[in-house]
């Protein structure tokens, strides 16, 4: 810094301090707040007074004076909600849109790992999702992705090697090491990634894990290198486990995987402090309706927990998992980020202020949208799909052949794999919506390879059609699922038309589609004319199937991710993630 502005950072610091001794009229005071105390778990009485975005008094006496003032009349008032995981991309939004969405739910403060638009473009996916960040009215911040691609064998659209992620490290914004999720590189210790984990401690950040169906054995391997949380427990054995060997648990409840209420169990007065909310992956249609970590906290009040108890999960907790010092809570020298609360118990927003500054009231955003940067041209066509015949989506099979099955979990993002015989028609494999038993695909589609892996799955639960998209864990080639190749070859070629995005196709006509070209990622509209899409998506869906009692985009995407148990597609085949290696389709 220059002297100049350090002359200015010292002046505000005397302005803080005057003001917190009564010596200089505060900024803004919001009176009469049910202030909540998460160092102790109790409600204060007390104005919130801030000066120069920062908390200065807690005043219990009403003695503080403002320019500006407000009468909370009351109503709780809690610190800024916290999401300590989320992959942005799979709101379909960029930073800057997706800031507009969740502001208004009391969520201040986002942790992300954009590792969805590295697979596709790479340190250039990266920066733009840091310079999109920095628009933002949030705070975001960001873990450089650790696994691009996420096995070595994915064929992606890039990868981040050591060198390439050591190009973010020293970005003030930028917190360490996204979740480390290629677990053979991993347990084989293999250089590149071990270099990024030590060249992220050596610089004082963090390692955040991904322990999907992790051995206690395992996690101990984690836990030896220095990696600090995991977002993948599903029950409360697991999390117990990774706070007993000293991990923070990331209680992730999104579109797909909704697991808070499983992992509560896990929670006690003792091992809180260990536990944090997270989203991972939510669609903006379901974050305009319920939100992120406010959602969550209702699901835990809802559930039992002690009201504070749950908000010092998403505030403090997080904060201090995070290492932000000046966030997590309401009390002098912290941020003045908080929500004035309609409903404890529902954790509803009434108004939210960032840096001191009222941002959002009754659900709406008081600022005006920010111009976006532009987005670089390579990014905006990163569909290169090989032109797909039908024979090319032909699955052999013998009558009576026992074959490898990927079923879907309802809720989860874990699969099972099964071994079953399976219609066969002219020694193919005919789609059967009677018996749930339909085919899979995904395509490769960044650099026109001609990869095409096929396979059956049972769960999706559609009766006619087809569904494509290229949000498609982690690599983001094309993943499309039908009922019959007419249908699945008509969205295959939509989305090539659209340059990514989702497609539903029925009877020989596309019945809707979402264009994604960001990536093939996120829109490039705004938050309102997305969700309107996918409510055409979903009435479009309901035409091919109207019993659903799951997220079936977000579990159509994560298909393709050779990262979770048990069976995944990949453009390369069937890929068994417990005994990491690929299997034919057949069973012998």
């Not at 060198?163 to 250089?191: I, P, S, T």
């Not at 051995?215 to 486990?241: F, L, N, P, V, W």
């Not at 020298?333 to 840096?355: N, P, T």
């Not at 769960?459 to 993943?479: C, E, P, Q, V, Y």
Request: with cysteine; aromatic share 6%; proline share 4%.
């Amino acid at each position: 810094m220059n002297k100049e502005e350090v002359d200015s950072k010292i002046q505000k610091v005397k302005d803080k301090i005057s003001s917190s001794q009564q010596k200089k009229q505060a900024d803004f005071i919001l009176r009469n707040a049910k202030v909540a105390d998460v160092f102790n778990l109790v409600w204060r009485k007390a104005d919130i007074v801030v000066k120069n975005e920062m908390i200065v008094a807690i005043d219990e006496e009403g003695k503080f004076e403002a320019l500006e003032e407000e009468d909370a009349n009351g109503q709780h008032v809690i610190p800024g909600l916290i999401d300590t995981h989320i992959h942005i991309e799979s709101t379909l939004l960029p930073p800057s849109e997706f800031s507009r969405v969740i502001l208004p739910f009391g969520v201040t403060t986002a942790i992300t790992d954009p590792h969805e638009i590295a697979n596709v473009a790479g340190t250039l996916g990266v920066q733009y999702m840091l310079l999109s960040a920095r628009q933002a009215e949030m705070d975001i911040y960001t873990m450089v992705p650790s696994s691009v691609p996420a096995a070595s064998f994915e064929h992606a659209g890039a990868k981040l090697d050591a060198e390439a992620v050591g190009l973010f490290m020293n970005e003030y914004d930028v917190l360490g090491l996204a979740e480390v999720m290629d677990y053979e590189a991993f347990f084989k210790r293999e250089d590149d990634i071990l270099k990024k984990i030590v060249e992220t401690k050596n610089l004082g950040k963090l390692v955040d894990g991904h322990a999907a169906e992790l051995t206690k054995t395992q996690i101990r391997g984690y836990r030896a290198a220095g990696i600090h949380t995991d977002h993948e427990s599903i029950s409360a054995k697991e999390a117990s486990i990774r706070v007993q060997q000293g991990m923070y648990v990331l209680m992730r409840e999104g579109s797909a995987a909704k697991n808070v209420l499983a992992i509560l169990p896990a929670v006690t007065a003792t091992n809180a402090r260990r536990f944090c909310f997270c989203t991972d992956d939510k669609h903006v249609d379901e974050l305009m309706k319920e939100g992120s970590i406010n959602h969550a906290v209702s699901i835990a009040i809802e559930a039992g927990m002690e009201p504070l108890l749950a908000i010092q999960i998403a505030t403090l907790n997080a904060a201090e998992c995070y290492r932000l010092n000046k966030k997590g809570a309401l009390a002098e020298g912290y941020l003045a980020d908080f929500v004035l609360l309609k409903d404890l118990k529902k954790c509803e927003s009434q108004a939210v202020w960032k840096s001191g500054k009222k941002v959002a009231e009754n659900g709406k955003m008081l600022t005006e949208r920010k111009k976006r940067i532009p987005v670089p041209h390579s990014i905006l066509h990163s569909v290169k799909l090989p032109l797909v015949k039908k024979e090319d989506l032909a699955i052999p099979l013998n009558p009576n052949e026992q074959v490898h099955i990927i079923e879907i979990i309802p809720n989860e993002l874990e699969t099972k794999l099964k071994v079953e015989k399976v219609p066969v028609k002219n020694n193919e494999f005919a789609s059967s919506p009677k018996d749930d038993l339909l085919k899979l695909a995904v395509i490769e589609r960044h650099h026109n390879l001609n990869c095409i892996g096929k396979g059956i799955v049972k769960g999706i639960g559609i009766k006619r059609g087809a569904i494509a998209t290229t949000f498609a864990h982690d690599s983001h080639n094309l993943i499309v699922c039908g009922t019959n190749d007419e249908d699945m070859l008509l969205a295959i070629d939509e989305i090539n038309k659209i340059q990514g995005g989702y497609a539903i196709t029925a009877d020989g006509e596309v019945l809707s589609s979402i264009p994604l070209p960001i990536g093939g990622l996120m829109s490039d509209l705004d938050a309102k004319a997305v969700v309107d899409k996918m409510k055409d998506l979903h009435k479009a869906l309901g035409k091919i199937d109207t019993n659903l009692s799951f997220h079936l985009f977000i579990t159509l995407s994560f298909l393709a991710l050779p990262a979770i148990p048990a069976l995944r597609l990949t453009d390369q085949g069937l890929f068994n993630t417990k005994e990491f290696k690929f299997i034919p389709l057949n069973h012998k």
